[in-house]
């Protein structure tokens, strides 16, 4: 029989009395579920889902991880230990039916659905216009509850807006279960909401894994740690975005209070000066044409929008116009090419 000892012990032996032994302390055994979390995080990494660098995320905000999960779909695999680290994960949670938010999360709730026999639903994420012209697919009836399945969250908007939608067909969501959590703000802004988050992973688990695993360099490592502390969820600062309570209407300046990003706030600031949130999308071929546009919609718009490389005639003095033009009518300019 094999002892394993760890820490200090004293040995006794009879007729010499006891003996100190000086033993190294035994690292903690993983659970079988977090190797299988560790070894999900290294295969992620391996086929390029997880990247670090230089990237602009949909926030605006620079971030040095990005997250492309979308490419699970090539790799039958990993799309399949996922499925099953998500359904463990809540397997002791009630639930009717689940849901993925479209688009990343539906093959792996049709993994989930499939391999543990529980109802799938399909939100839509606009009505067909013919048929039944229903945002929920699927069967189900009044009062039941759905779990919203999710690849990864960052404030929880899209959980949100899922929701939105199952609530709006008599469906109850009390709770959500995402792969990755990036640590900012989601499980609290969903908890404001009455929505419980279950998360696989976080943001520190990923550094963590593929660090002790050499596939990330120190001067790396310390980047994302700086990163992941810089954009930690402030409760009394962002909870304030969540559902406001007694249902009430937050006024654009106080939204604009609550933002981190100086351009959200100053389009804010804009919409409650104004009393607009109109935005122009000024798709004309011509320059003159375009000019003519903007001065006369100037005035009564928050944003005006423009795909400059449609433009016939673009010069590098329509730029100076239009920007003369958006701060005579204080106005955001944003090119979207």
Known sequence: MTVTLTGDFFLYLSGFGSFPIKTKMATPMLTGFQERVNHVIERLHDVDAVKFGNFTLKSGIQSPVYFDLRVMISHPDIMVEVSKLLFDKISSSKFSSICGVPYT???IATLMSAANNVPMLIRRKEAKGY???KLIEGKFKEGDSCLIVEDVVSSGSSILETAKSLNGSGLVVTEAVVLLNREQGGPEKLEANGITLHS???MTDVLNVLSKAGKM?????TKVSEYIAANKFE???????????NNDVLKYSERAAMCSNELSRRLFA?????????????????SKELLKLVEKTGPY???VKTHVDILEDFSQEVIENLT???????FILFEDR
């Open 105 to 107: 999360a539906l093959p």
């Open 131 to 133: 048929g039944t012209n």
């Open 200 to 202: 696989v992973f976080t």
């Open 217 to 221: 360099d120190p001067d790396m490592v």
């Open 235 to 245: 409760p009394n600062k962002d909870i304030l975005s969540a559902k406001p309570k």
């Open 270 to 286: 804009i919409m409650e000066k104004k009393k607009t949130n109109l935005a122009l999308s000024a798709d004309v071929t011509s």
């Open 301 to 303: 718009v928050c944003m």
């Open 324 to 330: 003369t033009l958006a701060a005579k009518h204080n």
